[in-house]
């Protein structure tokens, strides 16, 4: 079992930064890969952000350039640096793991809410 919590998000201006953070915990070997996804009022999950156990990043094209995901293996938690924020990057954001047997598992969600 794994198990994520993420912190960090809140209420931002449009053009402003945060950083969300996800710290795993339990059998954190056996994840191969983390991610952020996000769900907006009325609309379906959706990947932002992953990263691989060897460090490979890949990104949504809403969030190209602006979004920067990244893993601190120590201590086992995974960021997410989002700069110049949109009123449209506004969602509750979720933590995601993939095990090695291509299992995920989910955080809680953090609500980010971007004002115009």
């Known amino acids: 079992q794994v198990q994520l919590v993420e912190s960090g998000g809140g209420l931002v201006q449009a053009g402003g930064s945060l950083r969300l953070s996800c710290a795993a915990s339990?059998?954190?070997?056996?994840?191969?890969?983390m991610g952020w996804y996000r769900q907006a009022p009325g609309k379906q999950r959706e990947v932002v952000a992953t990263?691989?156990?060897?460090?490979?990043?890949g990104y949504a094209d809403s969030v190209k350039g602006r979004f920067t995901i990244s893993r601190d293996n120590a201590k086992n938690t995974v960021y997410l640096q989002m700069n110049s924020l949109k009123p449209e990057d506004t969602a509750v954001y979720y933590c995601n793991a993939v095990n090695t047997k291509l299992y995920e598992y989910w955080g809680q969600g953090t609500q980010l809410t971007v004002s115009s």
């Open positions: 339990g059998s954190v070997s056996i994840i191969r890969s």
């Open positions: 990263i691989t156990s060897a460090g490979t990043t």
